[in-house]
C-alpha cells in the first residue's frame, strides 16, 4: 500500500481519496474505517450517572436494548449507558461498520474477531473486548453477507 499525505490550507477539513482496483475488499474496508473516525456520541458511566463523556462509534464493539435505554460495549472492556432506545442509536450508526444482530443487539463489524456456528443455524461473534455476541437465525444471512461468507446457492 502506497500513502501520501498533501496538506492544503485551503482545506477547511480533510479530504482522503484511495485509488484500487475494482472491488479491493481492502480498499473498501480502509474507507469504511476512515468514514468511522470523528463520529461521536455521548454515553454515561453510570446507568442514572450525571458523568457524561463523549465516545467514538468506531470503539464500540456491540450496543444491547435495555429498557429505555441502550448499553454500550467498549473495545476497552467499559459498558456504558445511552439514553436513547437501541432504534433510535441505530440512526446515527454508519450501517457499513454495524449491523443487527437480533432484536435486541447490534455489533460492530470492524470489532469481530472470530465467528462460529452455532446450534439452531445461529452464529456467535466474537468480539475485540473479548465478548461473544449471538447472531440470531432473522439476521445470519445479513451478517455473512456483510463478512462475504458465501451462502448456499452463490456461485463461486
Known sequence: MKLKLITRPELPEPEVTIASAPKDKEAERIAQALQGIGNTLFAYRERSGTSKERVAISDICSLEAADEETLLHMADGRTLFAAQRLSALEGELPNRLFVRISRQSIANLDRARTIRPE??????????????????????????????????????
Open 119 to 156: 446450534f439452531g443455524s445461529r452464529l456467535v461473534l466474537g468480539l475485540a473486548d473479548g465478548t461473544e455476541v449471538l447472531v440470531t437465525r432473522s439476521h445470519v444471512a445479513e451478517v455473512k453477507e456483510r463478512i462475504g461468507i458465501p451462502q448456499k446457492g452463490d456461485r463461486k
